[in-house]
């Protein structure tokens, strides 16, 4: 153990963590708002198609940009649609038509029922904060900061790379290690310096590809063997794992 007990290599001087299934219990707003997109444009084909199910959330979409999962889940099934508009909120039959129905599904769910925290994740941010190691959070989603305020914990992170940022800078998506790279640039270490603390397979794959120092795979939905087969040095429940206490 190194000397901040935080479970880390003594190595590391910063820390990178995706948001949804690591900090913030919004994976399984996520899957339902997924499934409920997915399941209707599939009905709507065939309504013989097999439903889209946790392991199609896994493998195509946990992570990784929301046209991206629209384009993986769909290309897994044989299907390519046209692109579309931008924000076309209509729910078409388009890649960003799916991705804008999925997006108002999640807000919607968001704003009627707040953000859950996971407690053992609080904590370990609170412990990476007094160890005195800067955090940042790499997430995917275009709400990063409305998520992070609602969840109540902003004064623990030093900077933030959501969906926003990437579109902005051009980053591509996880399972390419862009927006990880952005997240150290920001706390101004090497990728060998920083940790990767992440609970989707593309971003434990992420963290790999950018030969980040450590990466810790959370799992929360029984993946562990997945996790470790895309890269993760280690494979925890929760965070406070690394702590030596419960979560």
Same mark, same amino acid.
């Given at each position: 153990?190194? &000397?901040?007990? @935080?479970?880390?290599?003594?190595?590391?001087?910063?820390?990178?963590?995706?948001?949804?299934?690591? /900090?913030?219990?919004?994976?399984?707003?996520?899957?339902? #708002?997924?499934?409920?997109?997915?399941?209707?444009?599939?009905? !709507?084909?065939?309504?013989?198609?097999?439903?889209?199910?946790?392991?199609?959330?896994?493998?195509?979409?946990?992570?990784?940009?929301?046209?991206? =999962?629209?384009?993986?889940?769909?290309? !897994?099934?044989?299907?390519?649609?046209?692109?579309?508009?931008? =924000?076309?909120?209509?729910?078409?039959?388009?890649?960003?038509?799916?991705?804008?129905?999925?997006?108002?599904?999640?807000?919607?769910?968001?704003?009627?029922?707040?953000?859950?925290?996971?407690?053992?994740?609080?904590?370990?941010?609170?412990?990476?904060?007094? #160890?005195?190691?800067?955090?940042?959070?790499?997430?995917? &989603?275009?709400?990063?900061?409305?998520?992070?305020?609602?969840? =109540?914990?902003?004064? @623990?992170?030093?900077?933030?790379?959501?969906?926003?940022?990437?579109?902005?800078? !051009?980053?591509?998506?996880?399972?390419?290690?862009?927006?990880? /790279?952005?997240?150290?640039?920001?706390?101004?270490?090497?990728?060998?310096?920083?940790?990767?603390?992440?609970? #989707?397979?593309? =971003?434990?794959?992420?963290?790999? #590809?950018?030969?980040?120092?450590?990466?810790?795979?959370?799992?929360?939905?029984?993946?562990?063997?997945? @996790?470790?087969?895309?890269?993760?040095?280690?494979?925890?429940?929760?965070?406070?794992?690394?702590?030596?206490?419960?979560?």
């Amino acid at each position: 153990m190194p &000397s901040t007990g @935080l479970g880390l290599p003594d190595s590391v001087r910063a820390c990178l963590f995706d948001l949804d299934g690591v /900090l913030t219990r919004t994976a399984t707003v996520h899957m339902a #708002a997924w499934k409920r997109t997915f399941d209707e444009y599939l009905r !709507s084909t065939d309504p013989d198609a097999r439903p889209f199910d946790q392991e199609d959330y896994n493998r195509y979409v946990d992570g990784k940009p929301r046209a991206d =999962g629209v384009r993986d889940f769909l290309a !897994s099934r044989g299907v390519t649609l046209p692109e579309g508009e931008a =924000g076309d909120a209509s729910g078409a039959a388009t890649v960003q038509g799916i991705a804008a129905r999925k997006n108002v599904l999640v807000l919607r769910e968001l704003d009627e029922h707040g953000v859950e925290v996971y407690p053992g994740s609080v904590r370990y941010l609170r412990a990476v904060k007094e #160890a005195g190691l800067p955090a940042a959070v790499v997430t995917a &989603s275009a709400n990063g900061e409305q998520v992070i305020a609602a969840a =109540g914990f902003a004064d @623990l992170i030093d900077a933030r790379i959501d969906g926003v940022v990437a579109a902005r800078d !051009s980053l591509r998506g996880k399972p390419a290690p862009d927006t990880f /790279l952005a997240g150290a640039r920001a706390l101004g270490v090497t990728p060998a310096e920083a940790v990767v603390f992440e609970d #989707a397979q593309s =971003g434990v794959a992420a963290g790999r #590809a950018g030969e980040f120092g450590y990466v810790v795979g959370v799992d929360r939905v029984g993946q562990a063997d997945a @996790l470790a087969a895309a890269g993760a040095d280690v494979v925890v429940p929760d965070l406070a794992e690394l702590l030596g206490g419960a979560s």
